[in-house]
Structures are given as C-alpha cells and as structure tokens.
C-alpha cells in the first residue's frame, strides 16, 4: 500500500513549469518536462487533495472524493477548439456533488474550487454550471428570505474580499430588493472567488488550514446553493 505524500506546499519549480509551458505549448517539450510535471505539480496537487478531503467531507459528505473526480487533467480536449495547443497553463483541485438525474434532466451542484497557475492561485466557491432553471429557483429563494440570505453573505465581499463573479444579464432582470442584492442576482452563473499572489504560503504546509478557514466562510452559502439544487 502506497503512503499517502504530506503537503508541504508548492514549489517555485511549480509555477516556473506553468510559466515555461505557456512558452512552450507542444508534445516535445512537455514530453521533456514531464518528470518535473508529475514530481512539482501533479504530487502536491494530489497531497493538497487529500489533506483538504476531511474538512469537505465534514462540509458535505456527499461529495465526490475519488481523486480521478478532485483534479483536474492536464490534457485539454481540444476536438471543437480553434485553439490547438494540447496543455493547460493552470490547473484546479475541485469538490462537488456529482450531476444528478432530476426529471430526466442532468443537474450540477455548486462546487469549491482551488486553481495553481504561474502567477500563484485563485479559489473559491459557487454554481459554475448551473442550469437556467437552477439560477431561477436561486432568484426565487433569495427574494423569499431577503434578510437570510443577507445574513450568510455579509462581510464575504467588503470585509473578506471575495469578488463576484459570473455572466451578467445584459438587460436586469426585475425584482423588488435593494441594491445590495442586485450583483447576487443579475448572473447567469454566480461563484465567488479570491486570489492568492506569489507568496510564502503558497510554499507552506500552512496553505492548507489557511484554505480551510477560507473556504469555512463559504460554507453557509454553499448550504444555501445545495438547498436550492435539491
């Protein structure tokens, strides 16, 4: 039986690879490179996996924990893609529920998500997928219980900085709550992210219970989403 590898933190050579393979986008290069893919990047990603897996599964135990679902590949489909180049310049560890069947209907769940790239990492939390019908019952239930859902997201943006984001309706949808709730509503998509610049702790074992705190202040809102695709 294997040893689970400890995170210990990302490495310079870590996003040193993503800057050089953004340069170097082909099989020969890669080819060359792939040691240090797998030792710099693919390793710690999959220690980062495992060491966040117990606070999501207390967070939703019906999530999908099998590493193959945690990290994302490599190798981009590039089959309906003008762009060709066969490599991803960034790669994520993300925890969701798996696409349920509801009324022949495929849904998604809202998800948590963690991006590595050469300028450091991004992460965050929300419906990236969502179907139409989701995003209405979402409009719906917000405008049911207004001052709830203004309780779980107070502070997320003016006081821990998360940004909104998600594509915008080019014409507002109308509703009848104030303007604090408007960029929570007018998106086809909606999730939060943050940003982490190139730093100490993206090279730290300290990364993850900084993360878990994080993604902790995201977790009544991702009560709220679960809800509403149930």
Known sequence: MKTAIKFSGFTPDTLQFFAELEENNYKPWFDEHKLIYEQQVLQPLKALAAALTPFFASVDSQMDFRPVKLISRIYR?????????????????????????????????????????????????????????????????VAYEPQQFRKITAGLVEKHHFKI?????????????????????????????????????LFSEKLVPQMEKEFALLQPLYEFFVNVCE
């Open 165 to 201: 984001e998600g594509e915008e309706y080019k014409r507002p949808l109308k509703n009848d709550l104030d303007e604090y709730f408007q960029p929570w509503l007018q998106r086809k998509g909606l999730w939060l992210t943050k940003s982490i610049p190139v730093s100490d702790i």
């Open 77 to 141: 489909d590039i089959r309906f893609s003008h762009d060709k180049t066969p490599y991803k310049t960034h790669l994520w560890i993300a925890f969701q529920r798996p696409f349920q069947k509801q009324s022949s209907e495929w849904m998604s769940f809202p998800g948590f998500y963690m991006e590595i790239k050469k300028d450091g990492s991004t992460y965050g939390m929300g419906l990236f997928e969502a179907q139409k019908k989701v995003m209405d019952r979402y409009r719906e239930q």
